[in-house]
T-cell receptor
């Protein structure tokens, strides 16, 4: 069974479109995250949710909106996609104590 | 401020030899965790090894060991008997109990040469 699953794995879309990436974890973890990995492989946190509540919201454009319907899901919705949004987006989860993350397989977003 | 530093952007190692990937960290917290992740070309992030700040012994997981030197604030990853499948990006990371967040290094690209 996949512990943290993200869909889709690949997403190619045109500038200006709105898209969503879904994430689900079946580990019973309390905290979920979205990270962006740029072309230089640098991982930068975007959002962190603990028990459906936003606890970290780094400086990202407000075109990015996380949605957590329950503690097992954290979806990422992106409005008005721009070329610079092209990256790999990783969902992750952890126990609330801050133990190691379990990552999803990543979503490679390409904006054309 | 940069909390995790990986100074080796790229490393090469001969198959079957050992290699050390460097990682230094910066925190004033007493309680923290140090991790290494592997990212192969397929893109997924794979957990390798964990070291708690209070652990007295260095962590080991199969061919991976973490050389933890607390006074130097270093947490180097040692891979013994390198295999071709070890070619990947390796990320050092730190978790702090405050703030519930991970800090990642910039990664080291390891290439194993046959």
């Amino acid at each position: 069974d996949t512990a943290v699953s993200q869909t889709p794995k690949y997403l190619v879309t045109q500038m200006g479109n709105d898209k969503s990436i879904k994430c689900e974890q079946n580990l019973g973890h309390d905290t979920m995250y979205w990270y962006k990995q740029d072309s230089k492989k640098f991982l930068k946190i975007m959002f962190s949710y603990n028990n459906k509540e936003l606890i970290i919201n780094e400086t990202v454009p407000n075109r990015f909106s996380p949605k957590s319907p329950d503690k097992a899901h954290l979806n990422l919705h992106i409005n008005s996609l721009e070329l610079g949004d092209s990256a790999v987006y990783f969902c992750a989860s952890s126990r609330s104590e801050g133990y190691g993350y379990t990552f999803g397989s990543g979503t490679r977003l390409t904006v054309v | 401020a940069q909390k995790i530093t990986q100074t080796q952007p790229g490393m090469f190692v001969q198959e079957k030899e050992a290699v050390t990937l460097d990682c230094t960290y910066d925190t004033s917290d007493q309680s923290y965790g140090l991790f290494w992740y592997k990212q192969p070309s397929s893109g997924e992030m794979i957990f390798l090894i964990y070291q708690g700040s209070y652990d007295e012994q260095n962590a080991t997981e199969g061919r991976y060991s973490l050389n933890f030197q607390k006074a130097r604030k270093s947490a180097n990853l040692v891979i013994s008997a390198s295999q071709l499948g070890d070619s990947a990006m390796y990320f050092c990371a730190m978790s702090l109990n405050t703030g519930n967040q991970f800090y990642f290094g910039t990664g080291t690209s390891l290439t194993v040469i046959p």
